[in-house]
């Protein structure tokens, strides 16, 4: 194997791909080979994300957000946190969380965590997060 990958937008899978309008959640990991970490660019229309839906969370899997464009508001157990453009957020596995674009452009958010092929699904809670 080489010391490099490079991935383009289209090699990267689209997650969103089957819900129309929802924006992109473009996966890097396997594109890349990547062997340890986890990344994933994902491209929020106004309006969408997870405010009147559903929460996650992880076994095993801290994630961290990266806001590369707009804004979003994430929700991470009670709490509700405004991000910015250059804002970060780290939320510990065993957090329920959510994100979501409440802005009026296009907002942009780089995900990264550990991978882990063993973990499985995440598990969902249901109206996390009320419109």
Request: net charge negative; with cysteine; hydrophobic share 35%.
């Amino acid at each position: 194997m080489a010391d490099w990958t490079k991935a383009a937008r289209t090699d990267a899978t689209d997650h969103m791909a089957a819900y129309p309008g929802y924006g992109e959640a473009r996966s890097y990991t396997d594109a890349l080979g990547a062997e340890q970490v986890a990344l994933t660019l994902r491209s929020m229309p106004p309006g969408t994300g997870g405010r009147g839906s559903y929460g996650h969370r992880h076994e095993r899997q801290e994630e961290l957000y990266l806001v590369v464009a707009g804004t979003l508001t994430a929700k991470v157990g009670d709490d509700v946190i405004e991000l910015g453009p250059g804002d970060a957020l780290r939320v510990a596995a065993q957090a329920f969380r959510s994100i979501h674009n409440d802005g009026d452009t296009e907002a942009q958010v780089l995900i990264c965590s550990v991978r882990d092929d063993e973990e499985g699904e995440p598990e969902l809670q249901p109206d996390f997060w009320p419109a």
